[in-house]
């Protein structure tokens, strides 16, 4: 079965700083679409950055960028220039391409910016 | 437009009460789901609809009854619901017609219920 995995129940970060969020998940698939979403609080979740396992290339979305590692089943977000809005709760989550309506999620890492 | 819209956002219900969350989206996506969220942890998958038919039903108790009338529109029937029910219950879509498979989720806001 497949699992997502986020290590990072709680995170903080500077304003205008980096920070980087973590996920691992397990599959035995190869053909599959990794994703961060975000919900700010009594707001609605949005997609922030999409990843195609088939493309090495990562994905980057303005201050939004990945670390894809294939092969170590990671896949990090880095936030750049955080900024207060960033503050949220960030899932990472996994579909196999065959079964795009089963999405299944981490546990999420709560993150706060620090003015 | 890329709105899914929720309605109600609140809603108070005890537990012999009947009541029903309603879902609509006019992206022409030709999946929909409802999710339940509790605070703080990931939305909980409850049901899918693809192409206006039931095709996933994740073991959720028959007092959640989905209705999909048609391919804007998705509904959560209660009935007899208990105090642990109580939750975020999200409605999302996915995946226009005609388009490359992405797996995106397009969510609504949430109904926030509450049960006495």
């Known amino acids: 079965a497949q699992t997502v995995t986020q290590s990072q129940p709680e995170m903080s970060v500077q304003e205008a700083e980096t920070v980087t969020l973590s996920c691992t998940y397990d599959?035995?698939?190869?053909?599959?679409?990794l994703f961060w979403y975000k919900q700010p609080p009594s707001r609605q979740m949005i997609l922030v950055i999409r990843q195609e396992a088939y493309k090495q290339q990562n994905a980057t979305e303005n201050r939004f960028s990945v670390n894809f590692q294939k092969a170590a089943k990671s896949f990090s977000l880095k936030i750049s220039d955080s900024q207060l809005g960033d503050a949220a709760m960030y899932f990472c989550a996994y579909c196999r391409k065959t079964s795009y309506d089963k999405v299944i999620f981490g546990p999420g890492t709560s993150l706060s910016v620090i003015p | 437009d890329t709105e899914v819209t929720q309605t109600p956002k609140h809603l108070v219900m005890g537990m012999t009460n009947k009541k029903s969350l309603k879902c609509e989206q006019h992206?022409?996506?030709?999946?929909m789901y409802w999710y339940k969220q509790k605070a703080k942890k990931p939305p909980e998958l409850m049901f899918v609809y693809s192409y206006e038919k039931l095709s996933i039903n994740e073991s959720v108790p028959s007092r959640f009854s989905p209705e999909c009338p048609n391919s804007s529109l998705l509904n959560l029937h209660l009935h007899a619901l208990q105090p642990e029910d109580s939750a975020l219950y999200l409605c999302?879509?996915?995946?226009?017609?005609?388009?490359?498979?992405?797996?995106?989720?397009?969510f609504g806001e949430g109904s926030r219920l509450t049960v006495l």
């Open positions: 599959t035995s698939e190869s053909d599959y679409y």
């Open positions: 992206m022409g996506h030709r999946a």
């Open positions: 999302a879509s996915s995946q226009g017609l005609g388009r490359e498979i992405t797996g995106e989720l397009f």
